[in-house]
């Protein structure tokens, strides 16, 4: 679940859930050589990227339902000549070759990289000199002395959509300084807050039907009633993570970094 990030020109949900891929998208240099993108989920970045540059892009993600949806999407913008999709752990691509990728993109999926400093040694090692790593991902906000309830909220994420642990900007800067170089970094955690705004503000009355919906989606999305609490624990996880952002415990950051 991406989280949608507030324009003024955005007129629906749907034109605010791509703004991050349009932010890396805008970012990408004209000339490449490959494109990897880490957790494609149903492959709206890597189809668009391939059009886009007429580039070659793989894609990876962990179930087969997803690998199948976006070699749906590749047809049908007539790109699966560009596009490869594979059933892959992002933790698991010591079978690629060295420096193959110019652009390699985790659009919010670095925190699944297990463990951190490897995966990131492992996306150095893939990517061409002076290629580019474009990560939008979770954090913590910097901060000396980070209340208990923050640490609870954060642990039940990190539990719930089964992570590392969310990190604070700095840490995540001392994790990757030997293998990149940070070129950008934006904050966007208020873009992130914009959207939900009106669900923040409103009365708790109306905030308790909003959250009622969401527990009858949390149901229709469960195609078992097994996996119903793995949904609801998944959607409970995202809501603590917005609650986080409006009061300031989380921030949403994108990095463009080099690397060395």
């Given amino acids: 679940m991406h989280m949608p990030l507030h324009a003024p020109h955005c007129a629906s949900r749907a034109d605010c859930l791509i703004q991050a891929n349009l932010l890396i998208l805008d970012r990408i240099r004209p000339l490449q050589t490959a494109i990897l993108d880490l957790g494609c989920g149903e492959g709206a970045f890597a189809v668009e990227a391939a ?42 691509l010591h079978d690629l070759e060295d420096g193959i990728f110019s652009t390699v993109v985790t659009l919010e999926t670095d925190c699944y990289l297990k463990p951190y400093r490897e995966g990131v040694c492992q996306i150095h090692r893939i990517t061409t000199q002076n290629g580019l790593w474009h990560n939008i991902r979770f954090c913590l906000t910097d901060s000396e002395a980070i209340s208990s309830s923050t640490l609870r909220d954060s642990a039940y994420i990190q539990r719930a959509w089964q992570t590392t642990p969310l990190q604070t900007p700095e840490h995540f800067k001392l994790m990757i300084r030997d293998r990149f170089i940070i070129e950008e970094e934006l904050d966007l955690t208020n873009r992130v807050v914009a959207f939900w705004s009106d669900f923040i503000d409103l009365q708790l009355s109306a905030r308790t039907r909003v959250f009622a919906r969401f527990l009858r989606s949390s149901f229709l999305e469960s195609r078992r009633l097994r996996e119903l609490p793995i949904v609801f624990r998944h959607r409970l996880a995202f809501w603590k993570y917005i609650r986080g952002l409006a009061t300031g415990v989380f921030s949403h950051r994108y990095y463009r970094l080099r690397r060395r």
């Fill in 51 to 92: 059009r886009r540059y007429g580039v070659p892009t793989l894609g990876v993600a962990l179930t087969k339902r997803e690998i199948n949806l976006a070699r749906d999407r590749a047809r049908r913008v007539n790109v699966s000549g560009l596009c490869t999709f594979q059933v892959r752990d992002m933790n698991r």
